[in-house]
């Protein structure tokens, strides 16, 4: 099969590789025919495409098409980058064999998907937040109650499932509530332990097209160990990292150490700076069965949604402390805290811990506290206390409009 000089050339040295951080829009595309993976970041300005950047899972084709329309792009209006073709990717590129000729169209349609995403995202209504708890410790009855935890969160017309809980409880209480997991577009994992990891294999049996984001700890073989007990490995089950494994070579795999932007107004945090010396990981949490190396769990990542009330701050455990990931947050958005939703891991708490992040989180004035899962119980009902007009009983709502 032989390619034009410009084709080798983009191939050999594509332009514009690698994620925005801050992207207004994103735009994800796959061929099941040939098994190319293209993502597409552009950032907007005036109505205009400021940046234009790309990664490619693919032919020579694939990146050089990819590698080509983003020069093409950069600096076009919305209306003429929806109005780029993939016949003039291919013109461009000096022509491209027949048998390749669709990986100008990968290139164009990816494009055409993260305009539409950015103008999603600016429109009344995308930045309304529906969330629905799938997996928790206590949930009312005919749904199964589990230590897990997992979030179906509907936001900018994607669907993002936060965890996985622990076991088939997700899948089972997905379909009372009438959610269809197959329509799953992103998966997050807050961390790698079990009760958040446990469904994922079968998520992904579902949604086998999903993209995964989740930290590059988050595989770590690790335990829980209180002195006098026996180890418990709370690491992330096999199959889920077979699963991870398998889904690497397709591109669709994420690794979130550093703050990774999703999508515009959607964001993971990666690992969260622990700055405060009162709040601690909640637990006798070690990566071996002797107690010696303590794990930090740098894999513990929260998940940032901007509202028109202000950000939305997803947890998993919080194990990096609920006012660390605050801090953070705001740091990394610049944007107020409207809701801060998930478990909070407070149930060993001291009460200097208690008292030190109750007089921290009023600086914040969120207008919603929903502690869940690993909050524990003692600090739920003294925040419920404390904030009486702020807090939402998430076993009673398991579905809030933000």
Known sequence: ????????????????????????????????????????????????????????FGCPAAIAACSMMTELATEL??????????????????????????????????????????????????????????????????????????????YAGRNILFDTGQTDALM??????????????????????????????????????????????????????????????????????????????????????KPTTISANLLVTGTIPRITEYEDTGGPFYLDKQRQQEDPLADDQALLLETAKGLVVILGCAHAGLINTLEYAGEITGKPIHAVIGGMHLRAASDKRMEKTIETLNKYNC????????????AVKLLQQKYPNRFLDIRNHLKITL
């Open 77 to 154: 209006t919305l209306e003429k980058a929806l109005a780029l073709s993939d016949d003039d990717v291919a013109k461009a590129l000096g022509g491209l064999p027949e048998a390749k000729y669709h990986c100008s169209n990968l290139a164009a349609s990816a494009l055409h998907k993260a305009v539409e995403n950015y103008r999603t995202g600016k429109s009344k209504n995308a930045n309304v937040v529906k969330i629905t708890t799938l997996v928790n410790n206590t949930m009312p009855r005919p749904l199964r109650s589990e230590h897990g935890l997992a979030f179906w969160i509907e």
């Open 367 to 378: 207008e919603i506290l929903a502690p869940c899962h690993c909050s524990g119980d003692l």
């Open 1 to 56: 099969m032989r390619y034009s000089d410009t084709v080798m050339n983009h191939f050999m040295n594509p332009r514009n590789i690698g994620q925005l951080p801050d992207a207004d829009g994103v735009g994800i595309i796959g061929s099941k025919e040939c098994g190319d993976q293209i993502r597409v970041w552009i950032k907007v300005r005036h109505e205009k495409l400021e940046h234009v950047s790309h990664e490619v």
């Open 172 to 257: 089972y209480n997905a379909d009372l509530l009438d959610i269809d997991l197959s329509k799953t577009d992103i998966i997050i994992l807050s961390h790698g332990h079990y009760d958040h990891t446990g469904g994922f294999k079968a998520v992904l049996d579902a949604a086998p097209n999903a993209v995964v984001y989740l930290h590059p700890d988050a595989p770590k073989v690790r335990y829980s160990h209180p002195l006098g007990k026996p180890a418990k490995n709370v690491s992330m089950p096999s199959d889920a990292c077979e699963k991870i494994a398998e889904l690497v070579p397709k591109g669709n795999v994420f690794y979130t150490a």
